[in-house]
């Protein structure tokens, strides 16, 4: 099984938005939603290759776009 026009990623996405949304909605912060949709992406319940596409795409993503982000945000805050 391969990962047709990015299906499995957007479908790990849009959960992972989805539960941070909801988490937001019942009182908890975003990121709590968002780590639990990510439980869902694991190599036990998916297929071998979606996974790895999956895995591959949302690397790329976070070493190369949010890992700046954070560092920049970091370095601009105060710790007083």
Same mark, same amino acid.
């Given at each position: @099984?391969?990962?047709?026009?990015? !299906?499995? +990623?957007? +479908?790990? @996405?849009?959960?992972?938005?989805? @539960?941070?949304?909801? &988490?937001?909605? =019942? ?7 968002? #780590? %639990?949709?990510?439980?869902? =992406?694991? !190599? ?8 790895? =596409? ?7 993503? &976070?070493?190369?776009?949010? =890992?700046?982000? #954070? %560092?920049? +945000?970091? &370095? &601009?805050?105060?710790?007083?």
């Amino acid at each position: @099984m391969t990962d047709n026009g990015g !299906k499995a +990623f957007t +479908f790990a @996405m849009a959960s992972a938005l989805l @539960m941070a949304y909801l &988490s937001e909605l =019942v009182g908890l912060h975003l990121i709590i939603g968002a #780590f %639990l949709a990510g439980q869902f =992406v694991s !190599k036990e319940i998916m297929d071998r290759d979606v996974y790895n =596409v999956i895995l591959d795409r949302l690397f790329g993503i &976070s070493y190369g776009f949010l =890992v700046p982000i #954070f %560092l920049a +945000f970091l &370095s &601009s805050t105060s710790f007083i």
